[in-house]
T-cell receptor
Framework: DAKTTQPPSMDCAEGRAANLPCNHSTISGNEYVYWYRQIHSQGPQYIIHGLKNNETNEMASLIITEDRKSSTLILPHATLRDTAVYYCIVRVEGGADGLTFGKGTHLIIQP | DTGVSQDPRHKITKRGQNVTFRCDPISEHNRLYWYRQTLGQGPEFLTYFQNEAQLEKSRLLSDRFSAERPKGSFSTLEIQRTEQGDSAMYLC????????????FGPGTRLLVL
């Protein structure tokens, strides 16, 4: 699986959009971009994933650049409960192996 | 609550003792994964099962670590002769195989080895 690079930490004001970047310049054509988050002392939680088109669900939006070398996770109206470590992971379609987590981005939502 | 449960949630043991953790996946999920997470790091993949078959175990940290899933439902992770360096959060996840499988994680078991 390709390697990802994320900033170690970010702040965002409550109610504003939180934009979390991820670089995956060595991504292969059959690799998806997945985002998970981990709230303190809990297991990771799936957020969203995509291949090349932008994706949106009830939790977030995922914007993938046309060359697929980077992506941005957008939490449209951040709340204090969104404070967590966010992990960007690339993974082969249908891959059955474990996920490869980096250190992620610690997002802190400020009141 | 993802539907994946782990037991116990916390375990304190003395160095040299054996410990066993249990994971109950979401019922229709036939893939089950074990991870370890140390402080300040992301989860680290250890092993996974498809039904009762253990398809990857080369990432298990040493021969003191073993995992089973005898009937393709719940799984156990055992650590023999625990060491202080085994102190960590042990996470279980499950998934249903599809083209874009998503893993659902349990709350984890936090192990402290004294």
């Amino acid at each position: 699986d390709a390697k990802t690079t994320q900033p170690p930490s970010m702040d965002c004001a409550e109610g504003r959009a939180a934009n979390l970047p991820c670089n995956h310049s060595t991504i292969s054509g059959n690799e998806y971009v997945y985002w998970y988050r981990q709230i303190h002392s809990q297991g990771p939680q799936y957020i969203i994933h995509g291949l090349k088109n932008n994706e949106t669900n009830e939790m977030a939006s995922l914007i993938i650049t046309e060359d697929r070398k980077s992506s941005t996770l957008i939490l449209p109206h951040a709340t204090l409960r969104d404070t967590a470590v966010y992990y960007c992971i690339v993974r082969v379609e249908g891959g059955a192996d474990g996920l490869t987590f980096g250190k992620g981005t610690h997002l802190i939502i400020q009141p | 609550d993802t539907g994946v449960s782990q037991d116990p949630r916390h375990k304190i043991t003395k160095r040299g003792q054996n410990v066993t953790f249990r994971c109950d996946p979401i019922s229709e999920h036939n893939r089950l994964y074990w991870y370890r997470q140390t402080l300040g790091q992301g989860p680290e993949f250890l092993t996974y099962f498809q039904n009762e078959a253990q398809l990857e175990k080369s990432r298990l940290l040493s021969d003191r670590f073993s995992a089973e899933r005898p009937k393709g439902s719940f799984s156990t992770l055992e650590i023999q002769r625990t060491e202080q360096g085994d102190s960590a959060m042990y996470l279980c996840a499950s998934s249903f195989p599809s083209g874009q499988e998503t893993q659902y994680f349990g709350p984890g078991t936090r192990l402290l080895v004294l």
